[in-house]
């Protein structure tokens, strides 16, 4: 079993940056594909990017794409999110995910274990 805490949200304008991180608990963290996925309010939970057990793959939704890079450090047993170029409609809960097994997944029901989540409001 894995247990995950998100932190780095907060309020930012357009424009601007943040990092994401999620701490996960145990020993066995790379034997985990990880995700992080959003949920705007009056939306449904959306995937946002997942990595790969090693880093090697890395998938990106397209509303994302070019401005958020997925990361992982498996010593550290750490897995962030790099947000740049920050918009008004990236403004949600961010929640970081952990799937057993090497190969990530797009749908949120395939992940094993979630994190409570972090804020992230982006103003005009």
């Known amino acids: 079993q894995v247990q995950l805490v998100e932190s780095g949200g907060g309020l930012v304008q357009a424009g601007g940056s943040l990092r994401l991180s999620c701490a996960a608990s145990?020993?066995?963290?790379?034997?985990?594909?990880m995700g992080w996925f959003r949920q705007a309010p009056g939306k449904e939970r959306e995937f946002v990017a997942a990595i790969s057990w090693s880093g090697g793959s890395t998938y990106y939704a397209d509303s994302v794409k070019g401005r958020f890079t997925i990361s992982r450090d498996n010593a550290k047993n750490t897995v962030d999110l790099q947000m740049n170029s920050l918009k008004p409609e990236d403004t949600a809960v961010y929640y970081c995910?952990?799937?057993?097994?090497?190969?990530?997944?797009?749908?949120?029901?395939?992940?094993?274990?979630w994190g409570q989540g972090t804020q992230v409001t982006v103003s005009l």
């Open positions: 145990g020993r066995t963290f790379s034997s985990y594909a």
């Open positions: 995910a952990a799937v057993t097994g090497t190969t990530y997944y797009l749908r949120s029901g395939a992940y094993d274990y």
